[in-house]
């Protein structure tokens, strides 16, 4: 059973950081493209940042560039997501996806497996 489990996720200041991680299991996810994405209340889940098999390549959303850093580590199936100057707007529930070849990886539909989810809080 594929399972991703998110944590990192807390009340910070703005221009404060934090570091989001997320935990594979049930497979190796090696071979994934992994991806972060979040969802502020009353608004559609938007991405974040992804990173291919090997972690060779990145993407980021235009709002987290320059700020966010997406990173994996394929021996402990980990992967994480440092975000730093961080802004009110940033508040949002954050959330890990997998899969093996997400057609668009900016797409939610693209990714089979997601995690439950964990909320970051941005005061200003």
């Known amino acids: 059973q594929v399972q991703l489990v998110e944590s990192g996720g807390g009340l910070v200041q703005a221009g404060g950081s934090l570091r989001l991680s997320c935990a594979a299991s049930?497979?190796?996810?090696?071979?994934?493209?992994m991806a972060w994405f979040r969802q502020a209340p009353g608004k559609e889940r938007e991405f974040v940042a992804a990173i291919t098999w090997g972690g060779r390549t990145t993407n980021y959303a235009d709002s987290v560039k320059g700020r966010f850093t997406i990173s994996r580590d394929g021996a402990k199936n980990t992967m994480a997501l440092q975000m730093n100057s961080l802004k009110p707007e940033d508040t949002a529930v954050y959330y890990c996806a997998a899969d093996t070849s997400p057609p668009n990886i900016r797409r939610v539909g693209a990714y089979d497996y997601w995690g439950q989810g964990t909320q970051v809080t941005v005061s200003s």
């Open positions: 049930g497979r190796t996810f090696n071979s994934y493209t």
